[in-house]
T-cell receptor, first 113, second 110 residues
Framework: ETGVTQTPRHLVMGMTNKKSLKCEQH?????MYWYKQSAKKPLELMFV???????ENNSVPSRFSPECPNSSHLFLHLHTLQPEDSALYLC????????????FGSGTRLTVV | GQNIDQPTEMTATEGAIVQINCTYQ??????LFWYQQHAGEAPTFLSY????GLEEKGRFSSFLSRSKGYSYLLLKELQMKDSASYLC???????????FGKGTMLLVSP
């Protein structure tokens, strides 16, 4: 365990389903992130929360909806996804300007069928 | 815009030395990071450079030249367990957000 826990580890969902990914950190970090990792592509930043406030939304389609109820928890709500949304979704946390950058969770491997 | 470039794949032999290069063009600069990611696992922090020069940490070293927009990760005495993807990432000025390269898949063979 890295200190950032993501559930579930694997998820298969149909295009009409609604599901949520969960991320939890107890490292005392003040920022949390969602990244998408697809084969042969760089990690793509999706959302950033700083002290529970969303500070960045990188033109992500509305079928992805983040929620940050407190500084330790982050959710990604999914609905009416497309097959091209299949990827590894990584959650990360950080303390601003830390020399360690991010601490990542192990990710959720999402397959949309 | 942001652009971070690193080789897609590299191969090396157990016990050898390998250097993974990373070049970047970003709007700001507040540090460069290297992460290691084994298949199916979380990326884990390896090194951080914010000033020019070499940072050494055991078998791994990382170098930065800010004027050239260039970094490398040097892995010595390679072991089979070093087979992984190595991600180069740059932090913009004033923010914690990291921009990542595509990663370099390193295969270490016996």
């Amino acid at each position: 365990e890295t200190g950032v826990t993501q559930t579930p580890r694997h998820l298969v969902m149909g295009m009409t389903n609604k599901k949520s990914l969960k991320c939890e950190q107890h490292l005392g970090h003040n920022a949390m992130y969602w990244y998408k990792q697809s084969a042969k592509k760089p990690l793509e930043l999706m959302f950033v929360y700083n002290f529970k406030e969303q500070t960045e939304n990188n033109s992500v389609p509305s079928r992805f909806s983040p929620e940050c109820p407190n500084s330790s928890h982050l959710f990604l709500h999914l609905h009416t996804l497309q097959p091209e949304d299949s990827a590894l979704y990584l959650c990360a946390s950080s303390q601003d300007r830390s020399s360690y950058g991010y601490t990542f969770g192990s990710g959720t491997r999402l397959t949309v069928v | 815009g942001q652009n971070i470039d690193q080789p897609t794949e590299m191969t090396a032999t157990e016990g050898a030395i390998v250097q993974i290069n990373c070049t970047y063009q970003t709007s700001g600069f507040n540090g460069l990071f290297w992460y290691q990611q084994h298949a199916g696992e979380a990326p884990t922090f390896l090194s951080y450079n914010v000033l020019d020069g070499l940072e050494e940490k055991g078998r791994f070293s990382s170098f930065l030249s800010r004027s050239k927009g260039y970094s490398y990760l040097l892995l010595k005495e390679l072991q089979m367990k070093d087979s992984a993807s190595y991600l180069c990432a740059v932090r913009d000025s004033g923010y914690s957000t990291l921009t990542f390269g595509k990663g370099t898949m390193l295969l270490v063979s016996p």
